[in-house]
Each structure stands twice: as C-alpha cells, then as structure tokens.
C-alpha cells in the first residue's frame, strides 16, 4: 500500500479498531498466482508477544490448496471511506475519496485441529452474543462441530509489516477542511464517520 508521510499512522490502537470494526476482510496470496479471499478475521492478542491474525477458509478454496507454512499473504482491511467532492472547495481541484485502512503483510502458520476449533468457538461467540437465541459452538456439540471442520481451512497469519493509511484531508487549508467536515456530516453514515474522525485529527 502506497502511504505518503502526511497519510501514515503508527496508531495501533486505530489499527484494532479498523481490523475490529472491518472483520470481512481480504486474504491475499501469490503462490501459483495471485488468489483473494473474503474471509472473518480475528486480531489475536492473547500473547503481546506473538500477535497475528487468525482467519479460515474453505478447504475447497483453490488458495486452501496452494497455502503451506511459511507462504507470505496479505491481509488486506478497509476502515471507513467515502467521496470528497471538489465542489466543496474554494478553488479548482480534483475530487478524491478520503478512507481508512490497514495492511498486514505476514507468514502463514496452518492451524492444527485444536487450534482450529478453538477459533471457530472464538468466531463464533464474536458474533453469536448478539443475538437474540445465541448458538455457541457449545450448543451444536463436538462431534457435529468437528465433521463440519473438515470442510474449514484455518490459519494463523504472523505479522512481518504492518502498514496503517489514514488519509483524512490533511493536506487541506482550514476552510476546505472545514468546509469538507460540514458537507459530510450531511450524507450517509460512513461518511459521517469520516467527519468525526477528521475532527479528531484536527484538534
């Protein structure tokens, strides 16, 4: 991901905050060619030390059939983003879209069964506490979790670069950037998501 200096970050609670609120994200890998996945991920933070993301597929996927330890992916996570208009500024510009993301370049590690259901209950439980008559992987039972677990492809994804992108009008005069903040905040809800984020920054 290309980030000029005025757009990088090396907030890293923003980068759990992107990857917590942006979960569906992409798996990208180039073993035979280029391969991406939409999957759910999971920023494991158990052991500070030993962080990663943890996510699967199916074992169907032709990237399951091709992905071994070791193999670099990318884990790719759009945060918020919307269009910025060049009619809201006070001179002749190009429009352009301000947006937050993440990229987490890594290794991969091939979980094994137990590493596999234990990220499935995870996953679950994420989701599943929401609603109205959870179904925790405890309800379903192991014999019935474990069959379908062998139609699920888990991995690790051990970080080896990590790159956080905001990019947030920054290199916008005051009016402008004000100006920006007020047309957003009249549109739809990412966009006022954006508004609040370039306030943030501002103060």
């Known amino acids: 991901m290309f980030?000029?200096?005025?757009?990088?970050?090396?907030?890293?609670?923003?980068?759990?905050?992107?990857i917590k609120e942006n979960s569906f994200a992409l798996l990208i890998s180039s073993v035979d060619k280029v391969r991406a996945t939409h999957s759910m991920?999971?920023?494991?933070?158990?052991?500070?030390?030993n962080t990663y993301i943890e996510t699967h597929i199916s074992r169907?996927?032709?990237?399951?059939?091709?992905l071994q330890d070791g193999d670099?992916?990318?884990?790719?996570?759009?945060?918020a983003h919307t269009y910025i208009s060049s009619s809201w500024y006070d001179h002749m510009n190009v429009s352009t879209w301000n947006y937050e993301a993440v990229q987490i370049h890594g290794k991969v590690e091939i979980m094994n069964h137990d590493e596999l259901y234990a990220h499935l209950d995870k996953l679950t439980s994420k989701y599943e506490n929401f609603q109205q008559c959870p179904m925790m992987v405890k309800d379903?039972?192991?014999?019935?979790?474990?069959?379908?677990m062998k139609g699920a492809f888990g991995i690790k994804v051990i970080p080896t670069e990590i790159f956080i992108k905001q990019?947030?009008?920054?290199?916008?005069?005051?009016?402008?950037?004000?100006?920006?903040?007020?047309?957003?905040?009249?549109?739809d809800d990412n966009a006022r998501k954006?508004?609040?984020?370039m306030k943030l920054i501002k103060k």
């Open 60 to 66: 169907a996927n032709p990237q399951a059939k091709t």
């Open 3 to 18: 980030i000029p200096k005025l757009y990088r970050s090396e907030d890293y609670d923003l980068m759990r905050e992107i």
């Open 41 to 49: 991920m999971m920023l494991n933070e158990d052991d500070p030390q």
């Open 167 to 187: 990019k947030l009008s920054q290199n916008r005069k005051e009016n402008d950037f004000n100006n920006i903040i007020t047309q957003l905040e009249q549109s």
């Open 72 to 79: 670099e992916v990318l884990c790719d996570f759009l945060g």
């Open 140 to 148: 379903m039972g192991r014999e019935f979790v474990e069959k379908e």
């Open 194 to 197: 954006i508004a609040e984020k």
